[in-house]
């Protein structure tokens, strides 16, 4: 085996060692919480040592946040790839297609990582490493809006008076986790309706009237392909 091949086989290793560790993590703290999960539980778990698991990820906030990241973009969370939805939304031919491109894979995110969200906000009160994790990621979800409805301000398809920095505020105020949380585990709603939800408030917040009528409808261009299509038709 030459060395370039060794070499190949030992990262392939030190992935896979990663993953189990992370699907370990994640199971356990969506389970037990923050507090009630041990870097030794999480090791026996994923069936290495203990020390693996520090060497891997230094310290439990630290793999905590690791684990939040991969639940919700996938293996790789900092690559292109995960987060080709919002180029997608960028390039859609209208608003109406950006909202929901950006509701329909935003709300996926959120339906992935929300069994750790009790977890990750309980660390965010005790551990500094998680609470700016946790408002890094906000920003950046702020970052995306912003460059969502700043597209839309740029090529007119905002409804008439309404500011960028307010449509902005709309957006990060309603397509946000914590509403996720509340229309599904509080008041039992589907993902399904809980995205048609907000996909239709969002048309009717940032649309011009016409265009947002015409934007619910289910045979509308703007959800083709999308998961909560027929969802719009069975809102009240």
């Known amino acids: 085996m030459t060395g370039a091949v060794k070499s190949s086989v030992r990262r392939e290793r030190a992935?896979?060692?990663r993953l189990r560790i992370l699907r370990a993590a994640a199971a356990l703290f969506a389970e037990h919480g923050y507090a009630g999960t041990t870097m030794d539980?999480?090791?026996r778990a994923a069936g290495v040592a203990?020390?693996?698991?520090?060497?891997v990820f230094h310290t439990k906030p630290e793999l905590l946040i690791e684990t939040l990241m991969v639940q919700a973009w996938g293996p790789d969370p900092r690559a292109p790839a995960a987060r080709s939805w919002i180029q997608e939304a960028a390039e859609a031919p209208d608003g109406a297609r950006r909202l929901a491109i950006a509701v329909d894979a935003g709300v996926e995110i959120y339906r992935r990582a929300a069994p750790l969200f009790p977890a990750v906000i309980s660390a965010s009160?005790?551990?500094?490493?998680?609470?700016?994790?946790w408002q890094r990621i906000a920003e950046e979800r702020h970052a995306s809006m912003s460059q969502l409805v700043g597209r839309m301000h740029?090529?007119?398809?905002?409804?008439e008076?309404?500011?960028?920095?307010?449509?902005?505020?709309i957006v990060d105020g309603l397509h946000r986790h914590d509403l996720y949380l509340a229309f599904i585990r509080e008041r039992g709603w589907s993902v399904e309706t809980f995205k048609a939800w907000l996909y239709a408030?969002?048309?009717?917040?940032?649309l011009p009237a016409a265009v947002a009528t015409a934007a619910l409808a289910t045979d509308s261009p703007a959800v083709t392909g999308t998961s909560f299509r027929a969802a719009l038709a069975e809102l009240p």
């Open 15 to 17: 992935r896979a060692t």
């Open 201 to 206: 408030t969002l048309c009717h917040q940032l």
């Open 161 to 169: 008076g309404l500011p960028a920095a307010h449509a902005t505020d």
């Open 125 to 133: 009160s005790v551990e500094p490493d998680v609470r700016t994790a």
């Open 50 to 55: 203990v020390q693996t698991v520090y060497l």
């Open 154 to 159: 740029d090529r007119g398809e905002l409804r």
């Open 41 to 43: 539980a999480i090791a």
